[in-house]
């Protein structure tokens, strides 16, 4: 086994979790009011957290009863009277006599390296077992695709100001309507009566 035998899987598993948990919060997070967006993403988080934490242990758990179950299967056929179990048996009893090891230690070390084989076996099966059921739940998973709910997105409307509260700043103050614009464009002008001044919107107040 190589280097890329190992590493070209988890490339392709890196790549397809960004289409895996973007639409999730997307479809979550996308309809929520921005007053509670802060509640609902912590929760959003715990129970994807606690979902990936059930699923991790219902895997292991099927995975060992899988290993089981193939290790007894194999055991069945491994016996003194099958042909190949003999020769692997004897394949590995010559190879500790060459080692040095005296006959009864090389047949007990041989029985010790034919369980391993065993039992090694046994877990390839059960983790192909595991990668089919993943595979199968992958597989059904897009038929409720039609059930979700679609996003739209409402364009913003013009000259709606949003909520202080949503983002924590002071709200700014309205802009001067035109009849304030135009009182402070408009020059004092002195009346013809001294000592009194007037402007084009109110009466005359006293000079100071």
Not at 13 to 18: E, H, V
Not at 48 to 73: C, E, K, P
Not at 133 to 161: C, Q, T, Y
């Amino acid at each position: 086994m190589d280097y890329w035998t190992l590493a070209f899987p988890r490339f392709i598993q890196g790549f397809a979790l960004g289409f895996i948990f973007v639409p999730l919060s997307t479809l979550t997070l996308s309809t929520i009011a921005r007053d509670k967006l802060v509640n609902a993403t912590s929760a959003y988080n715990v129970l994807r957290n606690l979902g990936g934490s059930v699923g991790i242990a219902l895997a292991t758990t099927f995975l060992a009863q899988r290993s089981q179950y193939h290790q007894a299967n194999l055991v069945g056929h491994v016996n003194v009277w099958d042909p190949a179990t003999q020769a692997r048996l004897q394949g590995w009893t010559d190879h500790f006599i060459a080692h040095g090891a005296d006959t009864f230690t090389a047949q007990r070390r041989g029985l010790a390296m034919l369980y391993n084989d065993t039992v090694g076996q046994a877990q390839v099966l059960a983790y192909v077992d595991d990668f089919w059921l993943l595979a199968i739940l992958f597989s059904i998973i897009p038929l409720f695709l039609p059930v979700m709910r679609r996003v739209r997105v409402d364009p913003r409307r013009p000259g709606k100001e949003d909520d202080s509260s949503d983002s924590g700043r002071v709200p700014p103050s309205p802009p001067p309507s035109t009849e304030d614009r135009r009182l402070r464009q408009t020059p004092r002008l002195r009346c013809r009566r001294v000592g009194h001044m007037t402007c084009s919107a109110g009466p005359c107040h006293d000079a100071a």
